[in-house]
């Protein structure tokens, strides 16, 4: 493991570079396959950052809330403070479901503003989520972070970082499991998907079916201690639980349904984007068409009555 590299003097926290590289390279992949469907690159560069920002607020919340047993018991202890508590939120670690929920609110927020429609963009950046997060998943590995069950080798792998409370004991390497399972199945299986139109919110609904299926299973294997349990499953599999049946619903076509036309004003049915110069440009468009059509109506009626008023 390799918690820190050093590059030019510099010490560079591995984790934190994996997530930086898996974000760039979705980023710049989502851009090119957007501006073959009709977006504008720049629509989707700053949705993904809006997206990325509510991410990684939303992942600092949900580990947040799944560190209030702890630290109820340490302010029992210890004596309430609002600066470490603040302090607790900033150093907190953060949690992928919490990211994936605070990304599409972010998503949202950008198109909402920017009049874009939000599931024709969501399927667009989706299936580069794989990337971004497999990429997230060797940070993990090589931070020592969400490592799994103590098991022997050749299956258990040592874990060596100093930043680990594993450190020194032999753990399953689900980080690696789940960044093979985003790299070779999930990423490729969406970006198959998407080759052909489909309709509204069905990429979206087949991302949340096969990865919160294998996230349920992978639970099983997590061996990190907040897991954030309620009752007999964990803060994730419950989430993967609610996220299985939406993306069944999303996969029969319903958002098509609800809204068979734009959601917004410069996006058509089929996704393609607009300028609302453009959208003005066809209003006055048919205006002048309608317009001449009547002139042209009212000029043959006048011609037609001098005609008759000449065979009288």
Known sequence: M???IHVFGLELPMYGLMMMTGAFFAILFACLRGSKRGFYSIDLLLCSIFAFLG???GAKILYF???IPRMIEHFNTFGFSWSELFGRFL???IVFYGGLIGGFIGGFVYTKMFRLDF???ADVLIPLLPLAHGFGRLGCFFAGCCYGRECAPPWGILVTSELSYAQGTYRLPVQLFESCFDFFILLPALLFYSRKP???GQVVGLYAILYGIFRFCNEYLRGDEIRGIFG???TSQWISIALIPIGIILMTGIIEKLFPKRLYANVTPDGVVLDYDEDEDEDETSDETSDSQDNESCSEESVSSA???DEE
């Open 55 to 57: 991410g990684l607020l």
């Open 2 to 4: 390799l918690p820190y």
């Open 65 to 67: 809330i799944t560190d």
């Open 307 to 309: 005609d008759e008023a």
């Open 91 to 93: 150093n907190s670690g």
């Open 232 to 234: 007999s499953f964990s």
């Open 119 to 121: 599931w024709t963009t």
């Open 198 to 200: 489909r309709q509204k």
